[in-house]
């Protein structure tokens, strides 16, 4: 599990360096231009202890169970940072770059993991 995990990790982030240089829109702002930066740190803030308090809470003795927990997660944060990016950093286009990156993980984790 921790081979692949680390292989979604390496492929996430050449895939975000690649989209920005492609994609976004230099001469826009960046979110901690704007008055959603707050938001957007809280928010992440938030999802994170929450999603790890969680899984240390439940204990899911399924390796499956597992999987489907993180990519839960990790859907949840990435789908909060896409519609934070739409709201306050439309004109930079970098919630395209995070919605390419979600389809991205979901894909490998639905055909590399299950």
């Given amino acids: 599990m921790s081979v692949e995990i680390s292989i979604l990790a390496l492929f ?4 975000q360096f690649i989209l920005r240089k ?5 001469e826009a702002d960046r979110m901690s231009e704007t008055s959603g930066k707050h938001v957007s740190r809280w928010g992440n803030i938030i999802l994170v202890v ?15 169970l597992k999987k489907l927990y993180w990519l839960g997660l990790l859907i949840v944060v990435l789908s909060f940072n896409f519609l934070i990016e739409w709201k306050y950093i ?12 979600l389809v991205f993980s979901l894909i490998y984790s639905i055909v590399i993991e299950f």
């Fill in 12 to 15: 996430l982030v050449i895939i």
């Fill in 50 to 64: 929450m999603g790890v308090l969680f899984f240390i809470y439940l204990d899911l003795p399924d390796l499956n």
């Fill in 22 to 26: 492609k994609i976004i829109n230099q």
């Fill in 90 to 101: 439309r004109e930079s286009r970098e919630h395209i770059v995070t919605l390419i990156t």
